[in-house]
């Protein structure tokens, strides 16, 4: 398996994860997994692309991928849609409240950070599919 099937399926299982939080009304724990899918997915896009978003430690900030992801694949490449570049900032700051205020999340704002990943998640997988 690629190292970009391997964070794909981080991504996805990341997904799953949020839809289950979702169906159980967790919603703060389904906002954490929605951004972590998102995360992943976009690790797996850059890798794909050529790009090695990953430090020589095996890490790189947050805002790092995320300005890789719709900077070099969105803007420069136009690889994604252009409607994709505000989901990791979105979904990492309704992640950070969830996880670090005592703000609760919504079902709505939930369901829209499901809705965002899904979205980037189906179509980093649609471009890993179409380069195999």
Same mark, same amino acid.
């Given at each position: 398996?690629?190292?970009?099937?391997?964070?794909?399926?981080?991504?996805?299982?990341?997904?799953?994860?949020?839809?289950?939080?979702?169906?159980?009304?967790?919603?703060?724990?389904?906002?954490?997994?929605?951004?972590?899918?998102?995360?992943?997915?976009? $690790?797996?896009?850059?890798?794909?692309?050529?790009?090695?978003?990953?430090?020589?430690?095996?890490?790189?900030?947050?805002?790092?991928?995320?300005?890789?992801?719709?900077?070099?694949? $969105?803007?420069?490449?136009?690889?994604?849609?252009?409607?994709?570049?505000?989901?990791?900032?979105?979904?990492?700051?309704?992640?950070?409240?969830?996880?670090?205020?005592?703000?609760?999340?919504?079902?709505?704002?939930?369901?829209?950070?499901?809705?965002?990943?899904?979205?980037?998640?189906?179509?980093?997988?649609?471009?890993?599919?179409?380069?195999?």
């Amino acid at each position: 398996m690629t190292e970009q099937r391997e964070w794909l399926d981080k991504a996805e299982q990341s997904l799953r994860g949020a839809e289950s939080e979702f169906a159980n009304q967790r919603y703060d724990n389904a906002a954490n997994r929605a951004y972590y899918a998102c995360f992943h997915a976009a $690790i797996a896009a850059l890798i794909g692309a050529g790009e090695h978003p990953l430090g020589e430690k095996g890490t790189r900030s947050h805002s790092a991928i995320q300005a890789m992801f719709a900077g070099l694949l $969105i803007r420069r490449r136009k690889i994604y849609p252009a409607d994709l570049a505000s989901v990791l900032p979105d979904s990492y700051s309704l992640r950070d409240q969830a996880d670090y205020t005592i703000t609760v999340t919504s079902e709505l704002e939930a369901k829209r950070a499901l809705d965002k990943a899904r979205r980037l998640v189906n179509a980093v997988g649609r471009e890993v599919k179409r380069f195999r």
